[in-house]
């Protein structure tokens, strides 16, 4: 598997709820720890098994190297993470509430400089791998040419629009899985998304653009799935969330028991330090 995408610090502030527009909270709390969307699929699908490169960029300095060595920890292939100078690496702002809701503002510094030519030196992993990861924390030309890339040698292509974005009309029809949350699918079709029958109305939507299988997730309301093989609503299980940070980028990168090792990271705190193996998913069955 190789993953085209983002690696940022988490600077992590936790409060009793979220602040209402122009208003300071005091917190109870702070922490740092690596993220990014790209990075925490990438340690997601490598705790869950898979053998996984990174495509993606760093600066060069003390954040970068933290980012770059938590990658190689996983046993992450980070020969084309790069290294670039005087450009900081990504941070995101997030704050955490009591109940688990998460903001995020994400300042995308080396992020911002993945280029297609960077891409294009690594277009042999993507020509290997079984599947391609893509988000929208990197340039869209990168996600573009990383994904024309794979389509090109017959590599599975797994898009998650985060940050939601509008995307060009004839990128659906290379995006074997489609994974969105509530809003995401909003901004790409205009359906306001609160329950499993609106986001029938968006995943068929996205369908007719295109796209092969589309994915919903609706938080504690499940996911609804849409492919060729046919549509369903799967409940999600019953768990006490503490932080959904990295919740959807464990989910992106686990298909097969997608569910379960998102509900297990959704109990614990933090971006990376919240993504389970696969021996804790296999031990810990949760109850929908």
């Known amino acids: 598997m190789v993953v085209a995408g983002s690696t940022n ?21 702070f922490e740092t720890c690596p993220g990014g969307k ?3 699929q990438a340690i997601a699908a490598a705790r869950l098994g898979a053998s996984v490169a990174m495509i993606g960029c760093v600066g060069d300095d ?29 941070i995101a702002m997030i704050t955490v509430a009591a109940d688990g809701a998460n903001t995020i503002v994400v300042a995308p510094g080396a992020n911002g400089q993945l280029t297609p030519e960077l891409i294009d030196a ?9 599947m ?19 389509v090109r040698h017959g590599t599975t292509v797994l898009l998650n629009p985060a940050p939601a974005q509008p995307l060009p009309g004839d990128l659906y029809a290379q995006i074997d899985f489609l994974i969105v949350n509530e ?18 109305r968006a995943a068929d939507a996205l369908r007719t653009e295109g796209a ?36 959807g980028d464990t989910f992106a990168s686990t298909i097969a028991f997608a569910q379960q090792a998102a509900a297990l990271s959704v109990m ?6 919240s993504i389970p193996t696969r021996a804790e998913v296999d031990a810990q069955p949760l109850a929908v």
């Open 122 to 130: 690594a277009a042999h992993l993507i020509a290997d791998a079984g």
């Open 212 to 247: 092969r299988t589309v994915i919903v997730t609706l938080g504690a309301g499940g996911v609804w799935y849409a492919g060729t093989d046919g549509e369903a609503h799967m409940v999600a299980p019953r768990v006490d969330a503490v932080d959904t940070t990295a919740a």
């Open 38 to 40: 790209g990075a925490n």
């Open 183 to 200: 809003t995401e699918a909003h901004v790409l079709t205009g359906i306001a998304v609160s329950d499993a029958a609106t986001a029938c």
């Open 62 to 90: 003390a954040v970068g190297t933290t980012l770059s060595d938590s990658l190689a920890n996983d046993r992450i292939d980070i020969a084309h993470v790069h290294r670039l100078p005087a450009i900081p690496s990504g």
């Open 132 to 150: 391609l990861i893509c988000q929208l924390e990197i340039p869209l030309d990168a996600v573009r040419r990383a994904i024309d890339t794979a």
């Open 268 to 273: 614990r705190r933090s971006a990376q330090t």
């Open 9 to 29: 610090m988490d600077l992590v502030v936790r409060a009793a709820r979220l602040p209402a527009s122009g208003e300071t909270l005091i917190g109870d709390g």
